[in-house]
């Protein structure tokens, strides 16, 4: 029996020479999917360093020579936060198919627009969130459905990391470049509540703390149409917190390092045992890295000509929740949703 034939590997090029990229070029040297075959800089020497680093054979000065290159099927954008859009439309327009660093865009109408485009093109899009992907966040949702917690009646969401010295040159506390904590950070909390609480909130309230005219801390309270409610912090000024917690009416599931797995990813399941006793079952997914997952299932979606899971669509949902909780911030009251429009960094 032939054999069957193994999927060309995806082509990608890298628009920046962020950060991140130290901790994304491995999981695309570790996929069998998907390969790197060039970096971009508006530095062409950064560009040549960075390629020359990881064994990138194509360096280029300019985003725009990247976009040209007719060999690159898609693009990993992880530039700064108002770069987003920009980008991604550009990416679009010359053909290429988009993972672009959370979040999409600063604002859900910006979000919206720029989705809608990009389906005119004909290329896939995906918003680069990692955890969706991990094989545990499949089995708490597989663990959910089945009914053994319950009906979810509330999430807790955390997700902080000290920022010392809270220096303004720092991108995150820039405003014009679309900084503070809610689109950094909050950004996590947001989709994890939506995806677990399964509804969209009708009501928001939220404070903040201002550095630069950025949040460098918000925390706040979602109302649900049927009651429940939701809440989470995010910041720059407590020590690291990547937490959920998710309540059912015969259980709850706590999942420590959500957004940044450990090696052996665990979750616990506590159930009541007497009056004021727990039973608590430790659940573990070792050896997955998400990253992997996450290029792989774009590769999938990219090779069956489908639209990713997540859906881009989530993007918009998650932001337009963002925009209530930054006009909420500002304002000092509580906030419907149907009433935000938040403009664009």
């Excluded at 390969?35 to 508006?42: K, P």
């Excluded at 979810?152 to 904590?181: D, H, M, S, W, Y």
């Excluded at 995010?234 to 309540?247: H, K, M």
């Excluded at 706590?254 to 979750?267: G, Q, S, V």
């Amino acid at each position: 029996m032939t054999p069957p034939l193994t999927p060309t590997p995806l082509r990608w090029g890298i628009l920046g020479v962020a950060a991140i990229n130290q901790r994304l070029l491995p999981a695309f040297r570790d996929s069998t999917s998907s390969t790197v075959v060039a970096i971009a800089s508006r530095d062409l020497a950064r560009a040549s360093a960075a390629a020359e680093a990881a064994d990138i054979p194509r360096p280029y000065g300019s985003y725009e020579a990247l976009l040209a290159d007719p060999e690159i099927d898609a693009v990993y954008i992880p530039l700064p936060n108002h770069l987003h859009a920009e980008w991604t439309r550009k990416a679009a327009n010359a053909g290429k198919h988009i993972l672009c660093e959370k979040p999409l865009t600063c604002d859900a109408a910006s979000a919206q627009a720029l989705i809608d485009d990009t389906a005119t093109r004909g290329v896939r899009l995906m918003d680069g969130f990692m955890w969706p992907h991990h094989p545990r966040t499949h089995k708490i949702g597989e663990l959910l459905r089945s009914g053994r917690l319950g009906a979810v009646q509330k999430v807790n969401a955390t997700f902080t990391f000290p920022l010392t010295g809270l220096p303004t040159a720092n991108i995150r506390l820039q405003p014009e470049a679309g900084g503070g904590a809610l689109l950094d950070v909050g950004c996590y909390t947001t989709y994890a509540i939506r995806r677990w609480m399964g509804a969209e909130p009708v009501e928001v309230y939220a404070t903040a703390t201002y550095v630069n005219d950025v949040d460098v801390a918000m925390s706040g309270t979602w109302t649900f149409a049927d009651g429940r409610t939701a809440n989470f912090d995010c910041g720059f000024t407590l020590p690291l917190r990547t937490g959920v917690e998710i309540v059912g009416t015969a259980g709850s599931l706590r999942i420590p390092n959500l957004w940044i797995p450990d090696d052996e990813a665990a979750f616990e399941i506590q159930t009541q045992a007497g009056d004021f006793g727990h039973a608590v079952e430790v659940v573990t997914t070792p050896g997955q890295n998400q990253m992997v997952h996450m290029i792989d299932d774009f590769a999938a979606a990219v090779r069956e000509q489908r639209d990713p899971v997540p859906h881009p669509s989530e993007a918009i949902k998650s932001l337009r929740v963002m925009d209530a909780l930054a006009e909420s911030a500002r304002s000092g009251r509580p906030v419907r949703l149907e009433s935000t429009a938040r403009s664009p960094c």
